[in-house]
């Protein structure tokens, strides 16, 4: 069941992206017209870089985007970004990815996310979550980057990953992330469960109303675990990118730091262990993930 949705997700992406060069033309002039939309947002951002983050929830569809400008040429951005295994490099530095593996070859590819707690813990005991893999456009001045899968943990689906990238000088480029999912009933009860508990006093990072004893007034519930996710996954793009000026033996550790401390610069919603735990777990993953593949 799920190989037949992988292949229909596929041709699905093939068709509606299926590439006209004006269609990607279009794209490219659309996320332009974007940061220049955004321009005044991004130059006064709170988030210690110039970046805007947005959430949305409808009829049991979650969202969250952030539009951001990365220190990185898009010539090296570009090709960077727009091949799975590196996705996965980039993918595991997130506390709940346990695994990532590429199947198949391109244009049919499948990212293979293996997703569980925030500690370290058998693949045996996560979910698998399937990704069709699709580069509908890669060319000199835009890059746009799909994934979908069926199905997610706790009863999710229809998962979208999506990435755009233009470039803005010789040494900065535009980049959109848009993460998005779905849930019925089940989904919906597990994440109430979750809301009351373990995730009770956490935040998203809209905010929603006037400061209360001098205090910003956080977006809560399902919009805060959707944005503190498309942060999550901005940061491992970014630290991956930073990465790469690195040697390439140096990489995977200076991923593994550079991302902790992104996260740590927003550790009202995004602190949840310590960081030699946070580096002890990622170095066993890293090492699996070279070695193993989940059954």
Partial sequence: MQANWIRAAAIA?????????????????????????LREQLAASPFQRPLVLSSTESSGDLKGEVFAIVNQPFEVAGPALQTAGHWCDLLILHLNVKYCGVSGQAPDEVVNLVVGRKFDQPLSDATKVA???????????YLRVQM??????????????????VPLDAKRSFVHLSYAYAYGTAARLAMQAYLVTAG???????VTGAPKDGKPAYVDGVRGVVERNTMRYYLAIEAYLGALSAPAGDQPEKRLRDWFAATERHALQLHEIERDEYMTMKRHELQRQQSTSPR
């Fill in 200 to 206: 009770r006093d956490k935040v998203g990072f809209s």
């Fill in 148 to 165: 979908a899968a069926e199905t997610g943990p706790l009863n999710t689906r229809d998962y979208r990953l999506s990435l755009e990238a």
């Fill in 131 to 141: 990704f069709a893999y699709r580069v509908p456009a890669a060319t000199t001045d």
């Fill in 13 to 37: 992406l093939t068709l509606t992206t299926a590439g006209l060069p004006a269609a990607r033309a279009q794209d490219a002039t659309a996320l332009h017209a974007a940061h220049e939309r």
